[in-house]
Nanobody
Framework: QVQLVESGGGLVQAGGSLRLSCAAS????????MGWFRQAPGKEREFVAA????????YYAESVKGRFTISRDNAKNTVYLQMNSLKPEDTAVYYC?????????????????WGQGTQVTVSS
């Protein structure tokens, strides 16, 4: 069983930056694809970014491309989401997820484990 704990959320003004962290309890997280999703009130869960374990290829939602960067440190069992140039529409609860089976990176149902989420609020 993998436990994921997000941190780094908070309140930031538009144009500011935050770095989210996702700490995994399992050492073998290096073999998992990792993703970030977000969900705003009344909205569906939305794919944000993902990083593969096999080749470290990254994927981004069009809405965050060029502003967000996903990375991972397997030695620390940690995945990061660097968020720059934040916009009010980025306001959401951000979730870290792990996929042990290498499914489609953008589909939430593919992921096996989820964190509890961290709130990101961007003020205008």
């Amino acid at each position: 069983q993998v436990q994921l704990v997000e941190s780094g959320g908070g309140l930031v003004q538009a144009g500011g930056s935050l770095r989210l962290s996702c700490a995994a309890s399992r050492r073998t997280i290096s073999r998992y694809d990792m993703g970030w999703f977000r969900q705003a009130p009344g909205k569906e869960r939305e794919f944000v970014a993902a990083i593969r374990w096999s080749d470290l290829r990254t994927y981004y939602a069009e809405s965050v491309k060029g502003r967000f960067t996903i990375s991972r440190d397997n030695a620390k069992n940690t995945v990061y989401l660097q968020m720059n140039s934040l916009k009010p529409e980025d306001t959401a609860v951000y979730y870290c997820a792990a996929d042990a089976r290498g499914g489609s990176y953008s589909l939430a149902r593919v992921y096996d484990y989820w964190g509890q989420g961290t709130q990101v609020t961007v003020s205008s």
